[in-house]
C-alpha cells in the first residue's frame, strides 16, 4: 500500500510539472504570433506594391556658410558633418573644389570656417609631410564628410560617445593622438 502510495504520487508530481511545468511554455510559444511580412522590415507597408509608397527624404539645412551652427563630432576624431548649405558648391571636380576656398588654412579663420586638420596634408599611408599641400585621397571631401536632414530616426541610435576632453567635442587631433601609447623600439 505504502509503495503505491509512493508511486502514486510521484506520477502527480509528473503530471504536475506536464501540467504548469512545461504546458506555459507551450503557451508563451504560442503567443508569440508569427510576424507578416509588413511587420518584419523598417518600413511598415507591403514589398509587393510601391504605388503608394513614398520616401521619407527629410529636408538639408539650408543656412548659408557662416550662418550654420556646428554639429557635435559623432566621436572622438570622427570626420565632422558638413552644417550648411552646398547649393552651387557640387560636384566636386577635378579643376573645381570650393570647399578649399573657405577651409584652407590660409582662407578659414578670416571667414569663420574649420581649416583643413594637419591630417589632410600628410600621406596617411606612409607618414610623409606632404608640406602644406593638400593629399590627393582627401580632395574628395564628400567621401567622408556629409550634411545631415532634419528626420527622425525611424530606430533610436543609442550609441554614446566618450570624449576624453572637453574640446575634442568640436574639433580634432587625429595627428597628434593618433600614435598614443605606440611605443617605436
Ligand atoms: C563660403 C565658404 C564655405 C564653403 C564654400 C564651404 N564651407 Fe564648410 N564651412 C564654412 C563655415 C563658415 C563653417 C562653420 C559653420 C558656419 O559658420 O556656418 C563651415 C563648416 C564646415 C564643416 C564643419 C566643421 C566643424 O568644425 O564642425 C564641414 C565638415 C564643412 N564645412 C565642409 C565643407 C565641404 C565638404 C565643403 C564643400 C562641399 C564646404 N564645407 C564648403 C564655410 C564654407
Ligand atoms: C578619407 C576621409 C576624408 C576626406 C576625403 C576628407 N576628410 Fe576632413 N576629416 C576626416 C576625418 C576622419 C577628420 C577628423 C580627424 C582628423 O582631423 O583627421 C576630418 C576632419 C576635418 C575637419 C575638422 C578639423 C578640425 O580641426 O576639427 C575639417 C574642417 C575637414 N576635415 C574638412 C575637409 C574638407 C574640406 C575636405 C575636402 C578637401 C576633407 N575634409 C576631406 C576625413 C576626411
Redesign the pocket.
Known sequence: MKEFCRKGWIAVGIAGILVFGISPVHADEKKQKAKSEEELGIRKETLYDESKVVPHHGEYGR?????????E?AFENS??????D?TG??P?AETN???????MPE??KS????ALPKSHFVDMDTGHDLKGKLDGKRYN??QC?VPQVNIPEPIKNTFKAEYRTKKSK??SDLLDSLNEGVTAE
Open positions: 543656412e548659408k556658410p557662416g550662418e550654420s551652427k556646428r554639429i563630432r570626420p565632422p558633418l558638413i552644417p550648411h552646398l558648391m557640387l566636386i573644389n570650393s570647399c578649399l576656398n573657405c577651409h582662407h578659414a571667414l569663420g570656417a574649420t571631401c564628400m564628410h568640436t574639433s
